[in-house]
């Protein structure tokens, strides 16, 4: 037997493989995270009103939904190496353009590029990876990938709070350049999803990556035989969009997913953190700027309880307690801000519910809605249901940068932190009603309970189980 095919060496080639690809999660999280610091100098230097400051934070949500749309036919027709190559490729573009921005146009069409490659990455990683990863781990290797969004968000806060004494904001946005020419290079080592390999008929070379992958030769082959099983119903989207009700339901499923993500409120903290913690008395720039550094490495660190528990709790045991969490500090700071906060002690005990926020989200719904959204579409229509939930991630991701500093200017600070209160009771609900657990569930056992008609909380039932439950009636 090849070395290669000995446990250890496939497991290190495997998390290497899985790793490299996460890295498009870094370059997804610098970008979100390098406005929040840059954007106080940018409303300096450009004269903005809190109206175009939130076009700057949201044309490049708009960018990554057009590029998530664009993705999936990219996807299925040049591969997932190649659409991640193209996603580098446009990081570097957008990045050097915000560097050297002359004016608030050049400025925004550079942000849109950088869209455009947060859509091609958040599209294309977390499928890539669930494709390359073995079931067992699969939750974790994706959780990586959030991993590596929240260390590019911490990384942003520190670039921007050593930048923010000097006000260099070209410098804040242009260093983004670094890391992305680093995933063209690491990219170009990837081998190709062994599932988009036998989609194209190239068998011989699918089975070559996942002896590569695997723990040995007929584990190998045994995946490449459920693989060939699936993939003789071709990819056809929107023609299975339109005919079959099943794949319907999962493309939903999925687009409610990422909105429920996004409606926690997480993404205005990221956005805005400066602002956030100006509402809660910390006045100057170096306040801010480190609170907002405080923010990331919470992000960050709350990130390894959801890779290390996702393969083992469960996704839905974990979502319904990140919810409950997360609308819970969201109301304790619309009190806190509506009670009034002065400084010492009400000061700390805002930033310290934010921060049990900020961890509520990153042990569940940041990472494991990405999780989900890969596991439950079918192959035939995965590229297809898959640019539905992401496209529809930056569709709500663009609504919440374009409403939250009105939201503060209209309704004030406390009703703004009541309303994301509110939406995440409701996602407590929808996640109890229609969100499957696919723990230790294979994909193909998945698409086979969704294909059956089984309702969608129970298409991550073991196929014994699923049996008994495919005659309930369908949500």
């Not at 005990?349 to 579409?377: D, H, R």
Request: glycine residues 8%; charged residues 15%.
């Amino acid at each position: 037997m090849s070395t290669l095919t000995t446990p250890a060496t496939t497991n290190r080639q495997t998390i290497l493989v899985c790793f490299l690809a996460a890295l498009a999660g870094l370059l997804f999280g610098l970008d979100m995270g390098v406005i929040a610091g840059a954007l106080p100098f940018l409303a300096q230097e450009f004269t903005l009103s809190s109206h175009s400051q939130e076009i700057v934070v949201s044309v490049m949500m708009f960018g990554a939904a057009l590029g998530a749309l664009c993705s999936g036919p990219m996807s299925s027709m040049l591969g997932r190496r190649k659409s991640l190559l193209t996603g580098a490729l446009l990081f570097v573009v957008g990045s050097v353009g915000c560097a050297v921005a002359p004016d608030l146009s050049v400025l925004v069409i550079s942000r849109f590029i950088l869209g455009l490659a947060v859509g091609v990455a958040s599209f294309t990683a977390p499928l890539y990876l669930s494709e390359i990863a073995p079931e067992r781990i699969r939750g974790s290797m994706i959780s990586l990938y959030q991993l590596m969004i929240t260390i590019g968000i911490l990384a942003a806060f520190l670039s921007d709070t050593a930048f923010s004494a000097s006000g260099h904001w070209r410098w804040m946005l242009g260093i983004i350049t670094f890391p992305a020419l680093v995933l063209f290079i690491g990219v170009l080592t990837l081998p190709e999803s062994p599932r988009w390999l036998a989609m194209k008929d190239r068998h011989e070379l699918a089975e070559k990556v996942l002896k590569l992958l695997r723990n040995s030769d007929r584990e190998a082959r045994e995946e490449l035989a459920q693989i060939r099983e699936s993939v003789k119903m071709k990819q056809r989207g929107w023609q299975l969009f339109r005919h079959n009700p099943h794949f319907r339901r999962s493309t939903y499923l999925g687009v409610l997913l990422q909105f429920m993500q996004q409606f926690t409120g997480m993404t205005v903290i990221m956005y805005y953190a400066p602002k956030i913690f100006e509402i809660a008395g910390f006045t100057t720039t170096r306040e801010q700027m480190w609170g907002t550094v405080i923010a990331g490495l919470t992000n960050v660190l709350a990130t390894f309880i959801a890779i290390g528990l996702v393969d083992r709790w469960g996704r839905k045991p974990i979502l319904k307690l990140g919810f409950s969490v997360m609308a819970m500090c969201m109301g304790l700071l619309g009190y806190l801000f509506y009670s009034g906060i002065s400084a010492g002690a009400e000061q700390y005990v805002a930033v310290a519910v934010l921060l049990i926020f900020i961890t509520g989200f990153a042990m569940s719904a940041g990472p494991l809605i990405w999780v989900l959204c890969s596991e439950i579409q079918p192959l035939a229509g995965r590229d297809f249901g898959v640019t539905c939930s992401t496209m529809a991630n930056w569709i709500a991701n663009m609504i919440i940068g374009a409403t939250f500093l009105t939201l503060i200017d209209t309704i004030g600070s406390p009703n703004t932190f009541w309303l994301y209160a509110l939406l995440n009771v409701v996602c407590i609900v929808l996640t109890l009603v229609f969100v499957p657990e696919t723990k230790n569930i294979s994909l193909e056992s998945i698409e086979r309970n969704l294909m059956r008609g089984a309702a969608l909380r129970h298409i991550g039932q073991p196929p014994h189980v699923s049996e008994v439950i495919t005659t309930e009636r369908s949500l």
